[in-house]
T-cell receptor, first 113, second 113 residues
């Protein structure tokens, strides 16, 4: 079945450090890919998405590129802030039938000043 | 515009009891999704309702059930509670169908003792 694997956390970085959170997927066909963020005490928010190979999603300084050849969708940010501390979830949605989102287990990021 | 709302925020039950969780979608959204976020397991899809009907369900036993009302709000019922049902239950809504972006509520924290 479809699945998403993302790097284990927690990840602790100093402010202004470079962030990479790895995400790989297994799916039939050509899924759409997403990164969601969950701030403490809140629900999930869509951070960015990409719907086809080589698409780059970007938002709030975060970027991820849909790599079909490596089945990956790694999240990057050049300079993290304390306010980026949250749990990040990689997810996919296949474009067939009525299949909803499939999530990875989440990666907790803590940014210290 | 009001977002997805869920009630109650917290719910404490004992093993064997029944729990009822409620969700109100964003105005105009007809699809409601339920996810379970258990510690260390990421988010797992539970149920999807649209236009009052169950469209898909995840790999959960039948004691997890729900319904959608004519105003598109939804209820999740968990019967014969077990300790491992302790989790954050997230509701999301979207325009009709899985191809639309899902907007998440803050969740209901269910604790089974």
């Amino acid at each position: 079945g479809d699945s998403v694997t993302q790097m284990e956390g927690p990840v602790t970085l100093s402010e202004e450090a470079f962030l990479t959170i790895n995400c790989t997927y297994t799916a039939t066909g050509y899924p759409s890919l997403f990164w969601y963020v969950q701030y403490p005490g809140e629900g999930l928010q869509l951070l960015l998405k990409a719907t086809k190979a080589d698409d780059k999603g970007s938002n709030k300084g975060f970027e991820a590129t849909y790599r079909k050849e490596t089945t990956s969708f790694h999240l990057e940010k050049g300079s993290v802030q304390v306010s980026d501390s949250a749990v990040y979830f990689c997810a996919l949605r296949t474009n067939s039938g009525n299949t909803p989102l499939v999530f990875g287990k989440g990666t907790r990021l803590s940014v210290i000043a | 515009e009001a977002g997805v709302t869920q009630s109650p925020t917290h719910l404490i039950k004992t093993r064997g009891q029944q729990a009822t969780l409620r969700c109100s979608p964003i105005s105009g959204h007809t699809s409601v999704y339920w996810y379970q976020q258990a510690l260390g397991l990421g988010l797992q899809f539970l149920l999807w309702y649209d236009e009052g009907e169950e469209r898909n369900r995840g790999n959960f036993p039948p004691r997890f059930s729900g319904r959608q009302f004519p105003n598109y709000s939804s209820e999740l019922n968990v019967n014969a509670l077990e300790l491992e049902d302790s989790a954050l239950y997230l509701c999301a809504s979207s325009l009709r169908g899985v191809s639309y972006e899902q907007y998440f509520g803050p969740g209901t924290r269910l604790t089974v003792t």
